[in-house]
């Protein structure tokens, strides 16, 4: 397999499986807000470092694309 191919099939997962484990821990993080009211302050602040990880990866993964269609 060719190591181009290996990397393009790499991010078409990862494109896959990034907004899913985002997905899952803003989930995991909104249901330990109401079991826990002393961390919620930490949990609101994962949830906002989660959505800044999503949308940074998904920018990345786009100005990939367009670099190599342009090349």
Do not use: W
């Not at 997962?13 to 930490?42: F, H, S, T």
């Amino acid at each position: 397999m060719n190591a181009t191919v290996m990397i393009h099939e790499l991010t078409k997962v990862l494109q896959v499986l990034i907004p899913i484990g985002v997905g899952g821990r803003i989930a995991y993080c909104l249901c330990q807000i109401p079991l826990d009211e002393e961390n919620a302050g930490v949990m609101k602040r994962r949830i906002r470092n989660a959505l800044i990880f999503l949308v940074l990866s998904e920018v990345i993964t786009q100005l990939l694309r367009i670099v190599k269609q342009y090349y």
